[in-house]
């Protein structure tokens, strides 16, 4: 059972004590068991239990409501699904990252139209930010969104795109030139129906997620597709990342915690020359820098999370602190617990195997680990 203990401290409210007690329970009778064989089958089944289960509403705004999103809450669930399930956490995340940019920049009308069914779990959403030869250097993006008229013509590539070619909409950054570098970027809403968009590749990786190269080839969107101002894309992409930055250091704290459990369990049943594993020192040493490294990074999430939800309006230090801190010492934490199961943590279908695989991506995505680091030198530098 993972340790609760955490959220005795301040930086959380009744609700969210509250919200993770009823998660808890809702993951551990949906979420045991699921079939992942079919990676895209799955994916949409978990996007349709979560929206069901209500879970989703916390992803995106009420259309009706404050365009705010409550960090604290996103990152208790992505915590709570990445401790149950990798691909939970997956689908739960994207539907908010997807629709991230409507939420907090989008018209009434997008809202409208996008945001009950992305919370409902019946349209799936993702945000198409990386192209082939721009991951991190946002500011160096080369597609481009073309004015026509009353519309926009898009043409460009997107690559590593999370929920492509399942997605029913795309939030789409392209140059539209009004400056350069990150000054002349721009944000739209793109249906996954569009003509012109197409799907060029599948892209597999260690842990099975949808994930596809996109093709732009005189995509035209109306000009209401537009999300926020012209010009403003760069600052509507950074302030979503500043959202979910920190939630992806919560689902790298969820599998940690995971290990962490599966590491107790193996070393107290395990017996070795008459006794059990836990009694040698060296054992004992481990699980306690695991722990350590467990309830640092729980200090470091949320920490930034607190501090978006209470008005902050930028947590960019922060939340690259957690980021970068989480994930590393999640591999480190991971990686330990493996070792301690012996030849059965590498074994194909393990749990400790398993978080191994799902583990490595979350150093790379959203901010590679070590532009993290120039974020935050630069970040301290300028204070």
């Not at 709570?80 to 956490?89: F, K, P, Q, S, W």
């Not at 997008?110 to 082939?132: D, M, Y």
């Not at 997107?158 to 539209?176: E, L, Q």
């Not at 590393?328 to 279908?349: M, N, W």
Request: include cysteine; aromatic fraction near 6%; glycine fraction near 10%.
């Amino acid at each position: 059972m993972a340790d609760k203990s955490f959220l005795t401290w301040p930086f959380f409210e009744d609700h969210h004590r509250d919200l993770a007690g009823s998660l808890e329970a809702w993951a551990a009778q949906n979420l045991a068991g699921i079939d992942h064989r079919d990676t895209d089958a799955a994916c949409r089944a978990l996007v349709a239990a979560l929206g069901q289960g209500g879970w989703l509403n916390h992803a995106a705004v009420d259309p009706g409501g404050e365009a705010k999103l409550d960090v604290r809450t996103l990152c208790v669930i992505r915590e709570t699904l990445a401790r149950h399930d990798g691909l939970a956490d997956y689908a739960f995340a994207m539907q908010g990252l997807g629709t991230g940019a409507i939420s907090l920049f989008g018209t009434d009308a997008q809202k409208a139209a996008w945001l009950p069914k992305v919370r409902a779990g019946s349209a799936i959403s993702a945000f198409a930010l990386t192209e082939p030869q721009s991951g991190s250097d946002v500011a160096n993006l080369t597609m481009t969104a073309t004015p026509d008229g009353d519309s926009y013509v898009l043409s460009g590539e997107k690559t590593w795109i999370s929920n492509g070619g399942i997605a029913d909409v795309y939030t789409v950054f392209a140059r539209t030139g009004e400056a350069p570098g990150a000054r002349g970027l721009s944000a739209f809403v793109v249906p996954a129906d569009t003509p012109g968009l197409d799907i060029v590749e599948r892209l597999d990786t260690i842990a099975p997620h949808p994930l596809a190269t996109l093709r732009f080839s005189d995509c035209r969107v109306p000009a209401s597709a537009l999300i926020g101002e012209r010009g403003a894309g760069f600052k509507i992409a950074m302030s979503v990342l500043d959202v979910f930055r920190s939630t992806v250091a919560a689902a790298a704290l969820g599998f940690a915690r995971r290990a962490l459990d599966e590491a107790i369990a193996r070393v107290t049943t395990r017996h070795v020359q008459g006794a059990q594993l836990f009694d040698l020192q060296m054992v004992q040493g481990h699980i306690a820098d695991m722990a350590v490294d467990v309830d640092a990074s729980a200090l470091l999430v949320y920490r930034a999370a607190w501090a978006k939800d209470n008005g902050a309006p930028r947590v960019t230090r922060e939340a690259a602190m957690a980021k970068l801190f989480s994930t590393d010492q999640a591999q480190k934490v991971i990686d330990r617990a493996v070792q301690l199961h012996g030849g059965d943590g590498v074994r194909t279908g393990e749990v400790v195997e398993k978080l191994y695989r799902e583990i490595r991506a979350l150093r790379i995505y959203e901010g590679a680990s070590d532009v993290q680091r120039v974020i935050i030198a630069r970040q301290t530098l300028g204070q």
